[in-house]
Each structure stands twice: as structure tokens, then as C-alpha cells.
């Protein structure tokens, strides 16, 4: 059975840190592609970042210079570096994992964490 499991949201104020970490069992972690997406209340889920198997990167443009993805394919992990917080980056945070390459595209993530959440105070 597939587990992704976030951890390291909270509340922070405007300009702050961050750092997510997404622990994922029951896969061949190296072989996934891992993203990040979230979803405000009454909005879509929408495309944070993500790194593929072969260390390929891709973002969302309101995140780049701002956050950053990063795997440890030792411990199965991806992290979520965001630095620079801004209020409109309150959002429940998911991690996901998908066969293909790098996309923004949800449904081609087969596997989802169960969210974690971020407050950004201004």
C-alpha cells in the first residue's frame, strides 16, 4: 500500500520560512516523479513544483526564486523549501507522486498525501 505522508506545515508570518517534507512508502520512490500542489479554501487544487525521477525541476510561475523543490531518493523523501512567504500562499499542502515526467497536470499523479497546512499571517 502507497503512503505519502506530509509533515513541517504551521502558521508563519509574511516574508517567513518553510520547509515540507513528503515521506513516501510502498513505491520505488527513484522511479517517481514528486510534486507539491495545494489548494486554498474555495479554489482549485493548483501546481506548486515538482522534480522528476531524473532530477528535472519545474514550477508554478507565482513560486519561482521563492520556493524549492528537492528529493532524497535514500530516504524517500521530497522536500519543499518557501522561503518568502506570502499571505497568498495560505493553502492545505499536498505531496504527490506520479510515473510520468515532470507536469502540472493532477490527474497524472497517481498517489496524494493527505494534506498539511499552511497559514501565512500578514
Known amino acids: 500500500q502507497v503512503q505519502l505522508v506530509e509533515s ?38 493548483e501546481f506548486v513544483g515538482c522534480i522528476s525521477w531524473g532530477g528535472g525541476f519545474y514550477y508554478q510561475d507565482s513560486v519561482k ?10 530516504k524517500n523523501s521530497v522536500y519543499l523549501q518557501m522561503n518568502n512567504l506570502k499571505p497568498e500562499d495560505t493553502a492545505a499542502y499536498y505531496c504527490a507522486a506520479g510515473s510520468g515526467g515532470p507536469t502540472a497536470r493532477p490527474e497524472l499523479y497517481r498517489y496524494w498525501g493527505q494534506g498539511i497546512q499552511v497559514t501565512v499571517s500578514s
Request: aromatic letters at 10%; one cysteine or more.
Open 8 to 45: 513541517g506545515g504551521g502558521l508563519v508570518q509574511d516574508g517567513g520560512s518553510l520547509k515540507l517534507s513528503c515521506v513516501a512508502s510502498g513505491l520505488t520512490f527513484a522511479s517517481y516523479t514528486m510534486a507539491w500542489f495545494r489548494q486554498a479554501p474555495g479554489k482549485e487544487r
Open 65 to 74: 526564486g521563492r520556493f524549492t523543490v528537492s528529493r532524497d531518493n535514500a
